[in-house]
């Protein structure tokens, strides 16, 4: 799709993502009881403002670490291929690790991920997306633990980017094209 114009309106407010978040850090809570270490794996770049609201509600041991898988580049639709960006920096093998992803979408990233991860035998493997677009799944995966369900839209900000754009809205948007 061509850069036009276009306005974002709000799908998801500021306080109703924060209000999910409150009742997600329980349930991981309650998930990842008695750990020593839990390692929080961020997928750059677009869960960065959810995991950092996240992490900030857990009443657990934490590690963050940060993972890059390549995305969709400027374009709306999604690509088959996976490619690891970035790696982690420590080692999982044997650790408590919560990945954390913006949107499932058709799911080729969710799945690619969390095979890599699994293969470095982490003791336990659990996974959260903000967002999830169900109608979209093209391959056989549900994160553990979803805030909202959503349509297929192309939505924006709280670190979800439109052409690297709008990561710094504090709600989620739709994206909605307008004639010049
Ligand atoms: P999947 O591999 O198709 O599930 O794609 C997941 C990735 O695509 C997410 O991590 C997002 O970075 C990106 N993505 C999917 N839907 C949207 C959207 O509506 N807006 C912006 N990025 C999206
Ligand atoms: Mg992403």
Redesign the pocket.
């Given at each position: 799709m061509s850069q036009s114009n276009y306005v974002v309106d709000t799908l998801i407010s500021a306080k109703s993502i924060a209000a999910r978040i409150e009742d997600l850090a329980k349930e991981i809570e309650l998930e990842f009881k008695g750990t020593d270490k839990l390692i929080v794996v961020g997928?750059l770049r677009?869960s960065f403002v959810f995991i950092a609201d996240l992490v900030r509600e857990l009443n657990l041991p934490v590690e963050v670490d940060f993972l890059e898988a390549s995305?969709?580049g400027d374009e709306m639709v999604?690509s088959k291929e996976?490619r690891i960006l970035k790696d982690l920096r420590g080692a999982i093998e044997g650790k408590d690790v919560l990945l954390v992803?913006?949107?499932?979408?058709?799911?080729?990233?969710?799945h690619h991920v969390t095979n890599l991860l699994w293969s470095r035998s982490p003791a336990k493997l659990k996974t959260i997306a903000l967002l999830d677009?169900p109608s979209r799944r093209e391959t056989e995966i549900k994160a553990d633990w979803t805030g909202f369900e959503i349509p297929d839209?192309?939505?924006?900000g709280y670190g979800?980017?439109?052409a690297q754009r709008n990561r710094n809205l504090s709600f989620i948007g739709k994206v909605r094209f307008v004639e010049q």
């Amino acid at each position: 799709m061509s850069q036009s114009n276009y306005v974002v309106d709000t799908l998801i407010s500021a306080k109703s993502i924060a209000a999910r978040i409150e009742d997600l850090a329980k349930e991981i809570e309650l998930e990842f009881k008695g750990t020593d270490k839990l390692i929080v794996v961020g997928l750059l770049r677009g869960s960065f403002v959810f995991i950092a609201d996240l992490v900030r509600e857990l009443n657990l041991p934490v590690e963050v670490d940060f993972l890059e898988a390549s995305s969709y580049g400027d374009e709306m639709v999604s690509s088959k291929e996976v490619r690891i960006l970035k790696d982690l920096r420590g080692a999982i093998e044997g650790k408590d690790v919560l990945l954390v992803e913006d949107i499932v979408d058709t799911g080729f990233t969710l799945h690619h991920v969390t095979n890599l991860l699994w293969s470095r035998s982490p003791a336990k493997l659990k996974t959260i997306a903000l967002l999830d677009k169900p109608s979209r799944r093209e391959t056989e995966i549900k994160a553990d633990w979803t805030g909202f369900e959503i349509p297929d839209e192309f939505v924006v900000g709280y670190g979800i980017d439109y052409a690297q754009r709008n990561r710094n809205l504090s709600f989620i948007g739709k994206v909605r094209f307008v004639e010049q």
